[in-house]
């Protein structure tokens, strides 16, 4: 879905037409910052969690941890909401710089 996801973006781009695309701006330092103590308080060493690549890193360090929930739904809450825009701002959450989203509605129901 992620890889057609992006084809139609670029190709949607590369054509000039206009679309609505999916952009997910990078988490704001604040709540990173409030990511961090957190992650201190549970014992985490992390780097700088602004960085998405940290982040994984801090997530597959929890699996299989009692707190693995916790810190799924910090991070979750640490980034910013999903929305929909016509100029090109990419996908922080996918590190995608072009992405449309078309395929959700495809994927509610069932077949």
């Known amino acids: 879905m992620l890889a057609a996801n992006e084809a139609v973006a670029e190709t949607l781009r590369d054509r000039g037409l206009h679309f609505l695309r999916r952009i997910h701006q990078a988490p704001s330092p604040e709540k990173i910052q409030l990511l961090?103590?957190?992650?201190?308080?549970?014992?985490?060493?992390?780097?700088?969690l602004q960085s998405r690549f940290e982040q994984q890193k801090l997530l597959a360090a929890a699996v299989g941890r009692p707190e693995q929930h916790a810190v799924h739904f910090a991070v979750l809450r640490s980034l910013q909401r999903a929305v929909y825009s016509p100029k090109e701002e990419g996908h922080y959450a996918l590190a995608s710089q072009c992405y449309c989203h078309f395929t959700s509605p495809i994927r509610r129901y069932p077949t």
């Open 36 to 48: 961090q103590e957190f992650m201190t308080e549970l014992g985490y060493k992390t780097g700088n």
